[in-house]
């Protein structure tokens, strides 16, 4: 599975850990996700949504949507276990379960059938959604992540 960008002939080329992901809506398809933990940026205490959300995908590979500073969502490859390099000072960030969210379906991950990407006016995503055998993930873009489970 991978989150590179779209090549001549439909190929995906491997995106360097961190670089935005390019190409069709349907990226992910496939990909199964082990895993979602919230990035929160942490100085006072426990509090607030998470500033990215990553899905850790089986084989190690992992997708980071982080929102940005005009609302909406950048996308890009993780680096699952670790912090991006934007996350400073690092000992101020830390990765954490979403309670919200359920726990794997049995089998221990959700398989990816479809995503959608909803995006403004400047063809920027503000809403991506991974369409999965047992439901969706919606993420949304904002001063925050928002991110919700939809059983299906």
Not at 2 to 25: C, D, F, L, Y
Not at 50 to 66: D, I, K, N, R, Y
Request: hydrophobic residues 35%; negative net charge; charged residues 20%.
């Amino acid at each position: 599975m991978s989150v590179g960008r779209e090549m001549p002939g439909g190929e995906i080329s491997p995106p360097a850990a961190g670089r935005p992901r390019h190409g069709k809506a349907d990226w992910l398809t496939g990909a199964r996700i082990i895993a979602v933990h919230g990035l929160f940026y942490r100085p006072e205490g426990r509090a607030g949504e998470p500033e990215a959300v990553e899905f850790v995908l089986e084989g190690g590979q992992s997708v980071l949507l982080t929102c940005a500073s005009d609302h909406t969502l950048s996308i890009t490859s993780g680096a699952w276990p670790g912090l991006p390099d934007w996350c400073v000072p690092a000992g101020q960030w830390q990765f954490e379960q979403l309670s919200r969210l359920p726990p794997p379906p049995y089998g221990g991950a959700w398989t990816v059938v479809g995503t959608q990407e909803r995006r403004d006016e400047y063809g920027e995503v503000r809403e991506a959604v991974l369409r999965c055998e047992n439901g969706d993930f919606v993420i949304v873009g904002g001063d925050t992540v928002a991110i919700r489970f939809v059983a299906g």
